[in-house]
């Protein structure tokens, strides 16, 4: 079975600030890990996903994420945070094969960015 | 090209009634998941088809819940009779198959509904 845990429901940052996101999944086999963003009153899009390869993968809007085995963690930063950041974010896992292939999620995180 | 499309937007219903919500997927994507999210709850998986067949549908809550996907094209969720615990966001998502392995799934924006 996965599981990701997601520390939080609500994270505060002002304009410019580093952003930090936190993410750490469970995962009998290697996983396929997402970001996604919901912002308001809209449906969830996808920020950035590690399947193979390099580690640190950038996605959109300047996101980036460190998948690290050892950590079991797949992180989310912004180096400096825009008042569109303001959403609901939500880390999740799947394995992409056949019917292994539906998303887990986590609880979400709300971000608010203060001018 | 479009996206993943879900009718309607809002449904509110009173308990005992009948809704039907619907699905478009990304045309030829063979996937097309239903996920729900309850006020404050993660997001959960409901069910997968692949094509017109289901795949997965360990998510699904109970009997009230009926889904379909009629020549492997758009998708209905029908929820009947509807409770209220049943109020939440109903998403939908669609992916392709290559290889046997699936692509990213691209979501709709939900259709949130009410039973009251």
């Known amino acids: 079975a996965q599981s990701v845990t997601q520390l939080g429901s609500h994270v505060s940052v002002s304009e410019g600030a580093l952003v930090l996101l936190r993410c750490n999944y469970s995962?009998?086999?290697?996983?396929?890990l997402f970001w996604y963003v919901q912002y308001p009153n809209q449906g969830l899009q996808l920020l950035l996903k590690y399947t193979t390869g390099a580690t640190l993968v950038k996605g959109i809007n300047g996101f980036e994420a460190e998948f690290k085995k050892s950590e079991t963690s797949f992180h989310l930063t912004k180096p400096s945070a825009h008042m569109s950041d303001a959403a609901e974010y939500f880390c999740a896992v799947t394995m992409l094969t056949g019917a292994n292939s539906k998303l887990t999620f986590g609880k979400g995180i709300t971000l608010s960015v203060r001018p | 090209e479009a996206g993943v499309t879900q009718f309607p937007s809002h449904s509110v219903i009173e308990k005992g009634q009948t809704v039907t919500l619907r699905c478009d997927p990304i045309s030829g994507h063979d996937n097309l998941y239903w996920y729900r999210r309850v006020m404050g709850k993660e997001i959960k998986f409901l069910l997968h088809?692949?094509?017109?067949?289901?795949?997965?549908e360990s998510g699904m809550p109970n009997n009230r819940f009926l889904a379909e996907r009629t020549g492997g094209t758009y998708s209905t969720l029908k929820v009947q009779p509807a409770e209220l615990e049943d109020s939440g966001v109903y998403f939908c998502?669609?992916?392709?198959?290559?290889?046997?392995?699936?692509?990213?799934?691209?979501f709709g924006q939900g259709t949130r509904l009410t039973v009251v």
């Open positions: 088809f692949v094509k017109e067949s289901k795949q997965d």
């Open positions: 998502a669609s992916s392709q198959v290559i290889w046997g392995f699936s692509t990213e799934a691209f």
């Open positions: 995962s009998s086999v290697p996983p396929y």
